[in-house]
């Protein structure tokens, strides 16, 4: 242990020597304060705090996945390439040491400059609101939409199958299928309008979505339903009226067959514009004992419109943890990045020359960055270029981690949930699996590599 620790801290005294990451230093220092005072979003106090904490992150983590990346790979190569290595490996000095040593180093200077730059964010974070003296309704606004940690719960798809199933065999029996579509469209096609259907409030007509495992922190809080209207025809105004219910339905159907209810729902009479997202602040103690939760929608004549809610814009957000603990995770996952990046650099080292092995982390890295978006990408293309597709560079690219999948902002900026259970997930594929391996693959291709010719 005493031997991979003086090579881990001669690593981070060779990295501290190097003038890119002096560079990516002064760079990070200098542009985190300037983009905290110069960010501005869409003009509020909660568009600028979601602008800058996404920008800030995003810049952060890019450049110390890159600094991590030419860090782990010079500190080897170099070593190679100088013969430095000759003066180690002659010492009581192992050459899986030797490499566990570098990543130490590595790894040690990542968390060093991960919690030095998260804390200039955090800091400019929690100050901006004093530095620009928001008013009171912002303060309130940013504490429920931003300073916090929401959990989300939406509503799953109606299943229709069977519904379907029936519309297509009357057709069917009616001669009243298209002839142009095959069977499998149709039933695509049928499937789509029964649940537009289910997501459709007529005029004078409710809507009803039930949740169940709604947990708040406390009856203290507060619940916020979010929500998105669609209309087939626009009003004059873009507004439409809505009467939501909010709380325990059951209670209701108690008062339909004459029993006395423990507690009433909340009813909120609403005018809000189509197309954009409406938040309803609720007490939390509108949940149930038993954490049930249902949230009714009422068209009412005034809107002379049917009012559609489109997929996955009906949902329930409840504080689920802190500002602070919800950052600390997301600083975390940026972390276990880092981690990854640092294996995948000392793998490279191993067996390829340093502009080599920089060319190849570099291609790995923007390929887990755009992974989903890649995959996404192939599936639309024709039948056979899919076939040979999915057994070559789509199962490569599933071997990597998915980085845009999980990144932190994704969470910071809309205030939700980053749950320690999907931190440890990701933990265990993206270290405990995918770096390990390439750890192992490192050792195991250094152990063999023949690092100097003996001339006779």
């Not at 890159?66 to 010079?74: A, E, K, W």
């Not at 200077?109 to 009171?136: G, R």
């Not at 199962?395 to 981690?401: C, D, G, Q, S």
């Amino acid at each position: 242990m005493r031997s991979i620790w003086a090579v881990a801290t001669n690593t981070i005294k060779q990295a501290v020597r190097m003038k890119v990451a002096a560079v990516f230093l002064i760079l990070l220092l200098v542009l985190l304060p300037v983009m905290g005072f110069s960010a501005t979003g869409d003009g509020t106090l909660k568009g600028r705090l979601q602008t800058f904490v996404s920008y800030g992150l995003s810049l952060t983590s890019l450049l110390l996945c890159l600094l991590t990346i030419i860090i782990s790979i010079y500190s080897v190569t170099s070593d190679i390439e100088q013969r430095q290595i000759y003066t180690v490996i002659t010492k009581p000095i192992r050459r899986f040491e030797f490499l566990l040593g570098k990543l130490l180093g590595v790894i040690l200077l990542d968390v060093i400059l991960l919690v030095l730059f998260a804390a200039i964010i955090y800091t400019i974070i929690i100050y901006t609101p004093k530095l620009f003296n928001a008013t009171e309704t912002e303060r309130i606004q940013v504490n429920n939409e931003f300073f916090t940690a929401r959990a989300a719960l939406t509503v799953p798809e109606v299943d229709v199958s069977q519904e379907v199933e029936d519309i297509y065999k009357k057709l069917d029996i009616r001669n009243e299928l298209p002839p142009n579509l095959s069977r499998d469209e149709i039933i695509a096609e049928l499937t789509k309008q029964q649940q537009l259907a289910k997501r459709a409030a007529a005029v004078g007509y409710e809507l009803l979505w039930e949740f169940n495992n709604v947990k708040p922190r406390g009856s203290n809080e507060r619940l916020f339903i979010r929500f998105k209207y669609d209309v087939p025809v626009t009003p004059p105004d873009s507004q439409v009226y809505g009467l939501w219910t909010v709380g325990d339905y059951r209670q209701i159907r108690q008062i339909r067959y004459g029993m006395k209810p423990e507690t009433l729902p909340y009813i909120f009479e609403r005018k809000d514009p189509v197309q954009k997202f409406r938040e309803i602040e609720v007490p939390a103690d509108a949940v149930a004992k038993d954490g049930y939760l249902a949230v009714g929608f009422f068209n009412v004549p005034l809107n002379n419109t049917a009012v559609i809610f489109p997929p996955d814009c009906i949902m329930v957000l409840y504080q689920a943890d802190t500002f602070t603990g919800n950052f600390v995770k997301a600083v975390l996952l940026i972390l276990l990045r880092l981690i990854f990046l640092a294996c995948l650099g000392i793998l490279a080292s191993t067996f390829l020359s340093f502009p080599v092995a920089i060319l190849l982390c570099l291609v790995l890295f923007s390929t887990a960055s755009v992974s989903g978006f890649v995959i996404e990408s192939f599936d639309f293309l024709s039948e056979n270029i899919s076939v040979i597709y999915s057994y070559t560079i789509k199962l490569v690219i599933r071997l990597l981690p998915q980085f845009d999948k999980f990144n932190p902002t994704k969470f910071l900026v809309p205030a939700r949930l980053l749950s320690w259970s999907l931190l440890a997930r990701c933990a265990a594929v993206m270290v405990c699996i995918k770096a390990f391996l390439l750890l192992l693959l490192a050792l195991l291709i250094f152990s063999y590599r023949e690092i100097a010719k003996i001339i006779v």
